[in-house]
Nanobody, 119 residues
Framework: QVQLVESGGGLVQTGGSLRLSCAAS????????MGWYHQAPGKQRELVAT???????KYADSVKGRFTISRDYAKNLVYLQMNSLKPEDTDVYYC?????????????WGQGTQVTVSS
């Protein structure tokens, strides 16, 4: 079982910055891809950014050049540095991780953290 705990959300003005953190804990053999997704009420959860176990990154077009995803592999942490925030970035942000547990690869979600950008 894998637990993902996010932190770092909050209220910020347009143009401001936030740094989200997600810590993975529990019983697992390894963590593969980790990422961040966002979801607005009534809408599907959408990709923000992902980072593989080898450091390859992928970003949604809407955040390229503004957001940076990174990992601390030793501590099973993933970060999302969010700069130049816009009101349309307001959403709940979820951490996701693919983990190998007893020879099975499963996906896990955190509980979500609210990001609100005021205009």
């Amino acid at each position: 079982q894998v637990q993902l705990v996010e932190s770092g959300g909050g209220l910020v003005q347009t143009g401001g910055s936030l740094r989200l953190s997600c810590a993975a804990s529990g019983s697992f053999d390894s963590i593969g891809v980790m990422g961040w997704y966002h979801q607005a009420p009534g809408k599907q959860r959408e990709l923000v950014a992902t980072i593989t176990s080898t450091g390859m990154t992928k970003y949604a077009d809407s955040v390229k050049g503004r957001f940076t995803i990174s990992r601390d592999y030793a501590k099973n942490l993933v970060y999302l540095q969010m700069n130049s925030l816009k009101p349309e970035d307001t959403d709940v942000y979820y951490c996701h991780a693919m983990a190998r547990v007893l020879a099975r690869v499963l996906g896990y979600w955190g509980q979500g953290t609210q990001v609100t950008v005021s205009s």
